[in-house]
């Protein structure tokens, strides 16, 4: 079963999906990880080979030292092969790279927002809503999640599929079977758990 979607649904799904995440974890915690986006987004995009080339020189460093066991004769002799190290990350596998840096410091950002920034819990848990300011600050985590979620498939969609049309083949047989009698039970099931582990991080708030 093939499933055609553009990019552009793609994006789309997951502002989404980010925004409900965001109106459960707080707005304190979204304002870091969009800082933590922006910046990092950034840093990719105007020192990106900078990047790369500092890693791939660290890399070096630390192989010839090792290769050298620390004694500067044989350092000496390793610095003579030089040319025949190959870099930790080649040229075709850069964007690969700066993808993992990305998605490793999006996922620290969340992490340690969670750990350290305070929230104020609520009587009966973060899915109750109240009315006036606690809702409006609800609210804002929703719109800054969106907003994460908006610039973080904006990075990644292009990098992943560089299509303007994306297919995404289904497998046939009993799964297809299975997804076609429970797509709704799938899908509950799946935003309840992103809903579960939102909780969880916002029952952990304190303040």
């Given at each position: 079963?093939l499933?055609k979607?553009?990019?552009?649904?793609?994006?789309?799904?997951i502002?989404?999906l980010?925004?409900?995440?965001?109106?459960?974890r707080?707005?304190?915690?979204e304002?870091w990880?969009?800082?933590v986006?922006?910046?990092?987004?950034?840093?990719i995009?105007?020192?990106?080979k900078r990047l790369v080339?500092?890693?791939n020189?660290l890399y070096?460093?630390v192989r010839?030292a090792v290769?050298?066991?620390?004694?500067l004769e044989?350092?000496?002799?390793?610095l003579?092969?030089?040319?025949e190290i190959p870099?930790?990350i080649p040229e075709?596998?850069?964007?690969?790279?700066?993808?993992?840096?990305f998605l490793?410091?999006?996922?620290?950002a969340?992490v340690l927002?969670?750990?350290?920034?305070?929230v104020?819990?609520?009587?009966f848990g973060p899915?109750?809503?109240y009315?006036?300011?606690p809702f409006?600050?609800?609210?804002?985590?929703?719109?800054l999640?969106?907003i994460?979620?908006?610039l973080i498939?904006?990075?990644?969609?292009?990098?992943?599929f560089?299509?303007?049309?994306?297919?995404i083949?289904?497998?046939?047989?009993?799964m297809?079977?299975f997804?076609?009698?429970?797509?709704?039970?799938?899908?509950?099931g799946?935003i309840a758990?992103i809903?579960?582990?939102?909780?969880?991080?916002?029952s952990?708030?304190?303040?």
């Amino acid at each position: 079963m093939l499933v055609k979607l553009e990019p552009a649904q793609v994006i789309l799904g997951i502002a989404l999906l980010f925004g409900l995440i965001g109106f459960f974890r707080g707005a304190k915690r979204e304002f870091w990880v969009t800082a933590v986006i922006i910046l990092v987004q950034a840093l990719i995009r105007w020192q990106g080979k900078r990047l790369v080339k500092l890693t791939n020189n660290l890399y070096l460093m630390v192989r010839i030292a090792v290769e050298g066991r620390f004694d500067l004769e044989k350092i000496r002799e390793a610095l003579g092969r030089v040319g025949e190290i190959p870099p930790l990350i080649p040229e075709q596998r850069e964007t690969i790279f700066l993808i993992g840096v990305f998605l490793l410091a999006t996922l620290l950002a969340y992490v340690l927002g969670n750990r350290f920034i305070k929230v104020r819990p609520t009587a009966f848990g973060p899915l109750i809503i109240y009315p006036g300011w606690p809702f409006l600050i609800k609210l804002a985590g929703g719109v800054l999640g969106a907003i994460n979620g908006y610039l973080i498939a904006y990075f990644l969609v292009p990098q992943v599929f560089p299509e303007p049309e994306t297919t995404i083949v289904l497998p046939s047989g009993p799964m297809t079977e299975f997804l076609g009698k429970h797509l709704f039970n799938v899908v509950i099931g799946i935003i309840a758990i992103i809903i579960f582990l939102s909780l969880r991080g916002s029952s952990k708030g304190r303040g």
